[in-house]
């Protein structure tokens, strides 16, 4: 904590801690009979291939944007997550729970100009997560996005939208 404090409380930030022990596992899936373990350095590694390549597919959208993120829990909504802030933009996490008109109308509100999906499609551009290629091409760093925004259950009808930066 005291080195994100000295650091400055920013999502960039906050990746760069998160990713700075190279070796450590971070994530693991299972693979029929056996186990996948990716460390901190894999992962990073394939965030930046992801955010290369949507550089490109969203080279179109203004940087600070908010780009839905509609998919599973998994290793691929880890690495399009940090690749939607790496590239600059405002992931909005999108409940997978709620009916698609909730959904949409929240995607109104929010001004939303794209959605990462892994299964759905929305009224604006989606773009399926097997789209985003781990490129060979460079990530080149520019603006990190600035906060995420948090899709409520929605129990009420009514979506709330939840804005956080790393302050």
């Known amino acids: 904590l005291r080195a ?7 999502m960039e930030t906050l990746f760069s801690l998160m990713f700075q022990e190279k070796e450590n596992i971070m994530y693991e899936r299972s693979a029929g009979y056996r186990i ?12 930046k291939a992801r955010a ?23 290793l691929s909504w880890i690495e399009c997550f940090w690749a939607i802030l790496l590239c600059g933009f405002r992931p909005l996490l999108i409940n997978l729970r709620l009916p698609q008109k909730t959904v949409e109308d929240a995607l109104r ?5 794209a959605v990462i999906s ?4 929305y009224f604006v551009r989606t773009i399926m997560s097997d ?4 490129s060979d091409e460079t990530y080149t760093p520019g603006a990190f996005g600035t906060e995420i925004i948090v899709m ?3 129990t009420s009808r009514h979506v709330k939208l939840c804005a956080y930066s790393a302050k």
């Open 109 to 113: 509100n929010c001004g939303v100009q």
């Open 152 to 154: 409520t259950s929605g």
């Open 36 to 47: 996948e373990s990716f460390t901190y350095g894999e992962v990073e590694k394939r965030i």
């Open 131 to 134: 789209e985003i290629e781990r």
């Open 52 to 74: 290369a390549s949507l550089q490109k597919l969203l080279a179109d959208v203004e940087r600070g944007s908010v780009i839905g993120l509609s998919m599973d829990n998994s």
């Open 4 to 10: 994100f404090e000295e650091r400055g409380l920013s």
């Open 118 to 121: 892994d299964r759905r499609t």
